[in-house]
């Protein structure tokens, strides 16, 4: 008897060396997958330019105003939290020359995948197809800079929309953190980073999270004394960063200042969202009536429950249930598009119906399993199709595109785009210079050219030709009239001549300044600072309604400045102290015109 105990320790201790081994193998598998993919940057490759590519040019403003020892959100305005700009410094510091879109996409990874891996370690001890199902999605999502929507009918990388792929792919995490990680350690180490970034990437996304962590607590999926601790920890981090500089409550404030200008629209939001969505959520709208009807016993017992006055039994019976966690995701998964507009939709919706495929289709009945296993296909493929064949298309289209050819953007023009759109992109430029009246008048008349103007590559092409055309003619002003300047404001949705000029960004003003949503009134600071700017710069190739609204908010200092021609497609606004003579040269252009 004692030896085949003993036998059965051995044999015991042999299994559990085993898993360790495995859990061990998965999480460095993981997180060698994820520095493979990061050191891609260190390689020339380019991106195909697709709709809003100027939102990547943001984190380049970011940069510049980081490097120059200012902090996100203290210093400057952004449109989210600073955590996103501090992480794409980081990587940008480690690969200066990557590309912009993936270096703004993967930058994510960098606290992304150490919250992830403890639950794949953990998902490994029990199961390698777990954790393999775990990991595959949260990596190609991760890895790939597509949303599900689709601006545009050409090939091209989504250079909007990143921060919102991130908060998704966070609450992956934060989900699948609660589906699936056994131990408290593990559970305590995901939610923590997880929770905490996103908190400081998009607010939005930890509102949505904290419900999920309510559940997992009722669910005992979270433990009292765990959900203690990280929430000790977390208000830890954000207590530091509040003795640090003041951040927390500045980054609250900020929240609360742009949710003032956007409010009073939820709701039609939340409908354009779901129709934005339907065939996601018609099949999951199906799949919770099947699995509500799986659990009808259950549900039956915990009504006995209620009505015995056994409320905790009840509310654990419901709260572990699977399609409570499928509608409070889905729910979660509508209130975050609901204040989007491109991103990974549901996308963390992921880990519930894998615990449903794989842990519990065995207490299906036969019947109806094979239509609940359809159900989920058909929950997840449209966002795997839209991305996945995004992906692929703009791949192969890529082989026959043209690399952008701009040396004053360095590192900002590793972009590629179709031969056929250059006679477009040069039109813009054209028409801007010799009927600029065309534009002056859809500004006037508060509109654009066309709706989706913004959206079109040969505008995001010709807006970055003309950045180009602004960094070479602010050299040559500088050269012929001796004169440096050291500070430089852009009149523009986005500011990248710090970034290349290496000068000082204006402090106090947004970064991303979008008039109907993120550019909040002018302070006494922002103002100081304004006044006190070298060079404000006025784009031409084209004026647009927003740049004339810009101009427009920020017009108290700008009256009393000399305004010389720098190119066709610049006129820079120069502080009085640094304008030249009259009897000075105070013309130069870029390309001789």
């Known amino acids: 008897m004692k030896q085949g105990i003993g036998q059965g320790g051995h044999w015991n201790m042999m299994a559990a060396d085993s898993n360790t081994l495995r ?28 709709p809003f590519y100027w939102d990547t040019l943001i ?58 891996a403890p639950v794949i370690c953990d998902a490994a001890r029990k199961s390698g197809l777990v954790a393999m199902a775990l990991a595959v999605p949260f990596l190609v999502f991760s890895a790939l800079p597509f949303n599900v929507e689709q601006f545009y009918p050409y090939p091209g990388v989504d250079g909007y929309g990143i921060y919102n792929r991130h908060i998704s ?26 929770l905490a970034a996103l908190f400081l990437t998009k607010i939005t996304g930890f509102v949505i999270a904290l419900p999920l962590v309510l559940l997992a607590l009722f669910a005992r999926r979270l433990r009292l004394r765990e959900l203690c601790t990280v929430a000790a920890l977390l208000a830890a981090v954000l207590a530091g960063l509040e003795l640090w ?122 019947r109806g399993g094979a239509f609940v296993t359809v159900l989920i296909a058909a929950a997840t493929l449209p966002t795997l199709a839209n991305i ?73 092409l010709a807006w970055l030709a003309a950045i180009g055309e602004g960094v070479a003619a602010i050299r040559t002003y500088e050269a012929r009239n001796d004169v440096r300047f050291e500070t430089i404001l852009s009149l523009n949705f986005v500011n990248p001549f710090p970034y290349l000029l290496g000068r000082d960004a204006v402090r106090h ?16 600071q922002a103002n100081a600072e304004i006044a006190d700017t070298d060079l404000v710069l006025w784009p031409k190739c084209p004026v647009t309604v927003a740049n004339a609204k810009i101009r427009e908010a920020y017009g108290a ?6 305004t010389v021609s720098l190119s066709p497609c610049w006129d820079g606004l120069i502080r009085p102290e640094l304008a030249p003579d009259a009897s000075g040269s105070e013309t130069a252009t870029a390309n001789g015109e």
Request: with cysteine.
């Open 59 to 116: 984190y380049y403003d970011a940069t510049a105003r980081i490097a120059s020892g200012q902090i996100p959100t203290i210093d400057f305005l952004a449109p989210v939290g600073p955590l996103s700009y501090w992480l794409f410094y980081a990587l940008h510091e480690l690969f200066p020359d990557g590309q912009g879109v993936y270096l703004a996409t993967w930058s994510i990874l960098l606290v992304s995948a150490p919250a992830m």
């Open 388 to 460: 996945g064949g995004r992906a692929i298309r703009t791949y192969a289209a890529q082989m026959q595109y043209d690399v952008v050819q701009i040396e004053e953007l360095g590192p900002l023009s590793a972009i590629s785009k179709r031969d056929k759109i250059d006679r477009r992109v040069a039109l813009i430029r054209e028409q801007s210079i010799s009927n600029p009246d065309y534009f002056l008048s859809y500004a006037a008349a508060g509109e654009l050219p066309r709706f989706t103007y913004y959206a079109d590559p040969e505008f995001q």
């Open 169 to 194: 792919q966070l609450l992956y995490v934060v989900v699948a953190a609660l589906m699936f990680a056994g131990s408290a350690v593990a559970r305590v180490i995901s939610l923590t980073i997880a």
């Open 23 to 50: 859990a061990a193998g998965a999480g460095l598998l993981f997180l060698g997958c994820v520095i493979a993919l990061l050191c891609l940057l260190a390689l020339p490759f380019t991106a195909a330019i697709g």
């Open 245 to 366: 500089c003041g951040l927390t409550s500045a980054y609250v404030a900020s929240v609360a200042e742009l949710v003032a200008m956007n409010e009073g629209e939820l709701l039609i939001n939340i409908a354009h969202a779901g129709a934005t969505h339907i065939a996601i959520l018609t099949a999951l709208g199906l799949l919770l009536l099947m699995l509500f009807w799986f659990d009808r016993d259950d549900l039956a017992e915990a009504w006995d429950d209620f009505i015995a006055g056994r409320w905790a039994a009840a509310i654990g019976t419901v709260a572990r249930s699977t399609w409570m966690w499928l509608l409070a995701v889905t729910i979660g998964g509508m209130m975050l598009e609901s204040q989007n507009w491109g991103g990974q939709a549901f996308l963390f919706i992921w880990p519930v119906l894998l615990k449903a495929a794989l842990l519990d289709r065995s207490a299906w009945p036969a």
């Open 557 to 562: 200092h700008l009256d009393d400045r000399d």
């Open 509 to 524: 003003v947004t970064i991303g300044k979008d008039p109907a949503r993120t550019l909040p009134p002018i302070d006494a």
